[in-house]
Each structure stands twice: as structure tokens, then as C-alpha cells.
């Protein structure tokens, strides 16, 4: 089993798949779909041939129309609105369409070197705030890899941080309230919707 909370990591590191894992699920929100004051969201869940009629909800195959045209269609579906209950593995009744639309619309924009430029952006920016924040006296309290986020420390950093987010500025996710040990420690993320001069701005704002 693996698990990943930012699949767009996966453009740029080997698929879990190749590393031995039968099924792997996570988070698909960054790509394209709001927050939504958080929901609907969209998950994703893979797995190996043969695990797939095991699989919840419906699968979709690649096919050729009567014209050989390009075309998709329900190839599995294991919801009990469509087959005997006793062998149903799903009853998911809500409807999901306009999220994995998005993901679809997202995706194809994108392509396949699309998304991997997109990936590195995101770990070039994390890097570059890493420094950033290192530089303006901050510490990287762990020395584990990132991708795009990463945690800080600093005296104070809990009340700057709330003095900053009344002025407007998202300095990261204070974590101080998830866990008391942690008070004095931000939590950044970066994507490709900020820049060197947002990460330079943060970085001066959190050394004052």
C-alpha cells in the first residue's frame, strides 16, 4: 500500500507501482479542483490488474468506436445500483462527475511534460524559500526530502503569524494548534501560484 498527499510529486519521482506497491490512493485536489471550503474533493485510487475487480465505483477502459475512433467507455462497475447488492463493493450514491471532470480538463491541458514541468516549478520554489527563510534566521528543524512543503522555526513565529494574517499575508499554517509542542513552527507551502518576490516578502516579514 502506498499513500501520497501531493500526487503532483509523482511527475518527478518513481511510481509507487515500480516500488513494489499493489495499491496506492491519495489527495488529487491540486489539480484543478477548488478548495471549496473544504469540499467535494477528489481522491485517487490505483491498483494492479489484478486487484481491480476489487476496486470501488467504475472503471472507465480505452476503446475504438465503429469509425476507429479514439473512445472511452464503462469497462467495471461495481456499485450495487448497477449489480446484485451481495457482490457490490460500492454504494457510493453522491456524484463525483464535476470533480473528476476538472482533474480530466486539468490533466489534459497539462500533458504529460506539462506536469512534470509544473512539478518541478513547485520543488524549485521550495527550495529557493528553504534558503529564503533559512537565510532570514529561521531553522529547518527536519532533514527529510520536500517536495513543496516544509516546516520552519522560530521564537514567536505563532504570534507573527497571526499579526501577519491580520494584515492580509497567509504565512503558512501555523501548527502550534494541532499540536502544543509545536507553537514555534510554520509549516510553508509553495506552488506555482506564488513567486521569488512572495517567498522574498514572507522571508522579510518572518525575520522581523
Same mark, same amino acid.
Given at each position: 500500500?502506498?499513500?501520497?498527499?501531493?500526487?503532483?510529486?509523482?511527475?518527478?519521482?518513481?511510481?509507487?507501482?515500480?516500488?513494489?506497491?499493489?495499491?496506492?490512493?491519495?489527495?488529487?485536489?491540486?489539480?484543478?479542483?477548488?478548495? #471549496?471550503?473544504?469540499?467535494?474533493?477528489? !481522491?485517487?485510487? *490505483?491498483? /494492479?490488474?489484478?486487484?481491480?475487480?476489487? %476496486?470501488? $465505483? =467504475?472503471?472507465?477502459?480505452?476503446?475504438?468506436?465503429?469509425?476507429?475512433?479514439?473512445?472511452?467507455?464503462?469497462?467495471?462497475?461495481?456499485?450495487?445500483?448497477?449489480?446484485?447488492?451481495?457482490?457490490?463493493? #460500492?454504494?457510493?450514491?453522491?456524484?463525483? !462527475?464535476?470533480? *473528476?471532470? /476538472?482533474?480530466?480538463?486539468?490533466?489534459? %491541458?497539462? $500533458? =504529460?511534460?506539462?506536469?512534470?514541468?509544473?512539478?518541478?516549478?513547485?520543488?524549485?520554489?521550495?527550495?529557493?524559500?528553504?534558503?529564503?527563510?533559512?537565510?532570514?534566521?529561521?531553522?529547518?528543524?527536519?532533514?527529510?526530502?520536500?517536495?513543496?512543503?516544509?516546516?520552519?522555526?522560530?521564537?514567536?513565529?505563532?504570534?507573527?503569524?497571526?499579526?501577519?494574517?491580520?494584515?492580509?499575508?497567509?504565512?503558512?499554517?501555523?501548527?502550534?494548534?494541532?499540536?502544543?509542542?509545536?507553537?514555534?513552527?510554520?509549516?510553508?507551502?509553495?506552488?506555482?501560484?506564488?513567486?521569488?518576490?512572495?517567498?522574498?516578502?514572507?522571508?522579510?516579514?518572518?525575520?522581523?
Amino acid at each position: 500500500m502506498s499513500a501520497t498527499a501531493e500526487p503532483l510529486a509523482l511527475a518527478v519521482l518513481q511510481a509507487p507501482g515500480a516500488l513494489g506497491a499493489d495499491v496506492a490512493c491519495g489527495e488529487a485536489q491540486s489539480f484543478g479542483v477548488p478548495l #471549496s471550503f473544504g469540499g467535494p474533493q477528489v !481522491g485517487f485510487l *490505483a491498483a /494492479r490488474q489484478e486487484l481491480v475487480r476489487q %476496486l470501488p $465505483g =467504475r472503471l472507465i477502459g480505452e476503446t475504438v468506436d465503429s469509425g476507429g475512433q479514439r473512445a472511452f467507455v464503462m469497462t467495471l462497475t461495481t456499485r450495487e445500483q448497477h449489480i446484485r447488492r451481495e457482490r457490490a463493493t #460500492s454504494n457510493i450514491c453522491t456524484n463525483q !462527475g464535476l470533480c *473528476a471532470l /476538472r482533474v480530466a480538463i486539468y490533466l489534459a %491541458l497539462l $500533458g =504529460r511534460r506539462g506536469l512534470r514541468k509544473l512539478a518541478l516549478a513547485n520543488l524549485s520554489l521550495a527550495q529557493y524559500a528553504r534558503g529564503a527563510l533559512s537565510d532570514a534566521g529561521l531553522e529547518l528543524p527536519y532533514s527529510a526530502p520536500v517536495f513543496n512543503e516544509f516546516v520552519v522555526r522560530g521564537p514567536g513565529l505563532g504570534e507573527r503569524h497571526a499579526a501577519l494574517l491580520e494584515r492580509g499575508l497567509v504565512a503558512g499554517l501555523h501548527l502550534g494548534p494541532y499540536d502544543a509542542t509545536l507553537r514555534d513552527h510554520l509549516l510553508i507551502c509553495t506552488t506555482e501560484l506564488v513567486g521569488r518576490d512572495d517567498i522574498d516578502r514572507l522571508a522579510r516579514e518572518l525575520s522581523a
